[in-house]
């Protein structure tokens, strides 16, 4: 089936530092990635869409000048932690839909902000 | 009120046992339905969609009700493998999910 990858798996950084996570759909093109933040023991929450060419849709109570997305190419999605801070600290998943709008879920990003 | 409501649990039952998972969700207009499975620390992966005229995959069976707004996912003859937290899922439209808060279930020897 479809892999989408994500990277790093685990990022371990200091509060006021900007974190990058790419997610990539390596077998198939997505036109439309889904970038999600678990708290522990908790659900997933939508954060953006994110369209290819074009600026992300934030869900509501997401920063858009916290959390950059950038959707550059049909195969890849990066969001950007703009100065983390502890309470930033959470499990980033993104997913990709193929043409046939199946979902598939990246491995996750385990982001801890000291 | 939530958009998608699930009892946590934890679930907890025998080997063999079937257990019953039970989720609701606010919005009339959603159109597609799931269940996915997440392990501890890992992505959801999907288990089921549910359909109206419900769908069975095994052991595991979906119904939907969309009068009630309800789904339901039953496991019969549980196995420890089936330990994990499941979550129904909602799509409004456009691919864009909505979960639940999973129901953990730990399954016993």
């Known amino acids: 089936g479809a892999v989408v990858s994500q990277h790093p798996s685990r990022v371990i950084c200091k509060s006021g530092t900007s974190v990058k996570i790419e997610c990539r759909s390596l077998?198939?093109?997505?036109?439309?990635m889904f970038w999600y933040r678990q708290f522990p023991k908790k659900s997933l929450m939508l954060m953006a869409t994110?369209?290819?060419?074009?600026?992300?849709?934030?869900e509501q109570g997401v920063e858009k000048d916290k959390f950059l997305i950038n959707h550059a190419s049909l195969t890849l999605s990066t969001l950007t932690v703009t100065s983390a801070h502890p309470e930033d600290s959470s499990f980033y998943i993104c997913s990709a839909t193929d043409r046939t709008d199946t979902q598939y879920f990246g491995p996750g990003t385990r982001l801890t902000v000291l | 009120r939530k958009e998608v409501e699930q009892d946590p649990g934890p679930f907890n039952v025998p080997e063999g046992a079937t257990v019953a998972f039970n989720c609701t969700y606010s919005?009339?207009?959603?159109?597609?339905f799931f269940w996915y499975r997440q392990d501890c620390r890992k992505e959801p992966k999907l288990l089921m969609s549910v359909y109206s005229s419900g769908n069975e995959d095994g052991r595991f069976t979906a119904q939907l009700n969309r009068a009630s707004q309800y789904i339901s996912l039953l496991i019969r003859d549980s196995k420890l493998s089936d330990s994990a937290t499941y979550l129904c899922v909602v799509e409004l439209g456009g691919n864009m999910l909505t979960f639940g808060g999973g129901t953990r279930l730990m399954v016993k020897p």
């Open positions: 919005n009339s207009a959603s159109q597609s």
């Open positions: 077998d198939f093109q997505a036109t439309t």
């Open positions: 994110s369209n290819e060419g074009s600026k992300a849709t934030y």
